[in-house]
């Protein structure tokens, strides 16, 4: 059990470029979440897979947003026409079940 | 609406002073509850739960009651150690869905 892995790390970028992240979670975990956590805040939640298939979708999540998880493995995390509000750390999460998640060490995102 | 709310820190205490972080929420139907607990460069990882009223969640000595008649969940440990200097989260996940709501998290540093 080698834990969540989230690539990259950190990602630099001017406004208006499209970024994507990647998220590898724990082998066998079927359900995946992405969350969005600013300085000071709590995380919140963008989207959630069961496999392969999309369940739920924040409606504060904007259409510059999407998400991706071919073969119910590891998902992508697109955004277009990066925007300064952007700006965040992305997390990821894993879990077997309902109740738990195990929480990659996430993407730190700036956009100048 | 689903929500969490959370004691405002930072929190200061000495090494085995008692903790009281106060959560409470608000949620349709009835949630499961959570505390995530983040340690100094380090993922969130899940510290304790409870999925039913009245149910106690307990883990490394901290301890929170799921009290649906006060919608409370509030985190205690008896005796703080250095160690446990970390931001905490309380969330609730709803019984109907997948998505997660987190408060906004309580910086606890404990000095020797």
């Known amino acids: 059990d080698t834990g969540v892995s989230q690539d990259p790390r950190h990602k630099i970028t001017k406004r208006g470029q499209n970024v994507t992240f990647r998220c590898d979670p724990i082998?066998?975990?079927?359900?995946l979440y992405w969350y969005r956590q600013t300085l000071g805040q709590g995380p919140e939640f963008l989207t959630y897979f069961q496999n392969e298939a999309q369940l739920e979708k924040s409606r504060l999540l904007s259409d510059r947003f999407s998400a991706e998880r071919p073969k119910g493995s590891f998902s992508t995390l697109e955004i277009q026409r990066t925007e300064q509000g952007d700006s965040a750390m992305y997390l990821c999460a894993s879990s077997p079940l309902p109740e738990t998640q195990y929480f990659g060490p996430g993407t730190r995102l700036l956009v100048l | 609406g689903n929500s969490v709310t959370q004691m405002e820190g930072p929190v200061t205490l000495s090494e085995e002073a008692f903790l009281t972080i106060n959560c409470t929420y608000t949620a349709t139907g009835y949630p499961s509850l959570f505390w995530y607990v983040q340690y100094p460069g380090e993922g969130l990882q899940l510290l304790l739960k409870?999925?039913?009223?009245?149910d106690k969640g307990s883990n490394k000595g901290f301890e929170a009651t799921y009290r649906k008649e006060t919608t409370s969940f509030h985190l205690e440990k008896g005796s703080v150690q250095v160690s446990d200097s970390a931001v905490y989260f309380c969330?609730?996940?709803?019984?109907?869905?997948?998505?997660?709501?987190f408060g906004t998290g309580t910086s606890l540093t404990v000095i020797p």
């Open positions: 082998s066998e975990h079927n359900r």
């Open positions: 969330a609730l996940r709803r019984n109907t869905g997948n998505q997660f709501y």
């Open positions: 409870a999925t039913k009223a009245d």
